[in-house]
């Protein structure tokens, strides 16, 4: 018999990594997968925070250096637009430690950069919309979209009550011939957007205005379908590349109009 071997000395056990990383979390939890789910509104303040700060410690994650900085604060908002580089990456005062460690300049500058942003758009007045009052005016709007295309396509202007622009959409792009359209893609962001009228456009390659009878079709039913809504209709509008005329002020127009050719009443 072979004499027992000595012995041998047990490997020590790795160490275990303590590291909490944003990674390891579940993808429902993570702040940026989140907010591509569900939109950034439905994220916490300390979650929207923590994107800017992008990446933690070997101790704290980028949500918990942003829940620090919240809980720093008396988790109130408005008072993130008061901090400076010297309250994100300097001490206590009379400490030596650091009030948020791992917080170093670029992500400090990340953090005042977004801030500074935000304060900006508080304090800018919101876009004056010009009321559309006739079919020149929303020929103005959609004439840098259709004018110019080879092939079709259908756009919508949703209008507010005081017959300002909420959303300019394209709602279809087809061939050379015509664009499918969909009551459906055309109703949903009036609904979604809260709109009282609809003015609905598109352009005929061939520069000829004259409305197919799939254009009267098309015209008919959205005017019959957005009515149980109770939106109007309020015109439809056809684009050409070619054809022009002149208006009263001199300029040249490329355009039919259902409204003012009597087209949207007989309907």
């Not at 056990?13 to 997968?33: F, G, H, M, V």
């Not at 918990?64 to 919240?70: E, N």
């Not at 005042?112 to 005016?137: H, K, N, Q, V």
């Amino acid at each position: 018999m072979k004499a027992d071997s000595p012995l041998q000395p047990a490997k020590p056990l790795a160490k275990a990594s303590t590291k909490n990383t944003i990674k390891q979390w579940s993808e429902e939890d993570r702040p940026r997968e989140k907010l591509l789910r569900l939109g950034a509104r439905n994220l916490s303040d300390a979650e929207l925070l923590a994107i800017f700060i992008n990446s933690g410690t070997e101790k704290d994650s980028a949500l918990d250096l942003a829940k620090q900085i919240m809980t720093g604060l008396d988790n109130d908002l408005g008072q993130l637009l008061e901090i400076d580089h010297a309250y994100l990456t300097g001490c206590e005062p009379g400490e030596k430690k650091k009030r948020f460690a791992g917080l170093g300049d670029a992500r400090a500058c990340t953090i005042l950069a977004a801030i500074e942003l935000g304060r900006r758009l508080r304090d800018t007045p919101p876009p004056r919309r010009t009321p559309i009052t006739c079919s020149l005016d929303a020929y103005r709007v959609l004439r840098r979209h259709l004018e110019s295309l080879d092939h079709e396509e259908l756009r919508c202007l949703y209008l507010d009550a005081s017959g300002r622009v909420i959303k300019d959409e394209l709602v279809s792009s087809g061939g050379v011939s015509h664009a499918v359209a969909d009551l459906r893609l055309i109703l949903a962001p009036a609904i979604t957007h809260y709109a009282s009228a609809i003015i609905l456009a598109h352009n005929h390659p061939t520069g000829h205005l004259q409305p197919s009878a799939e254009d009267m079709d098309l015209t008919k039913r959205v005017k019959q379908v957005a009515s149980v809504c109770n939106i109007r209709l309020n015109d439809h509008l056809i684009l050409g590349r070619y054809h022009a005329s002149v208006t009263s002020d001199g300029e040249r127009s490329h355009y039919l109009s259902f409204a003012d050719n009597g087209l949207l009443a007989s309907l």
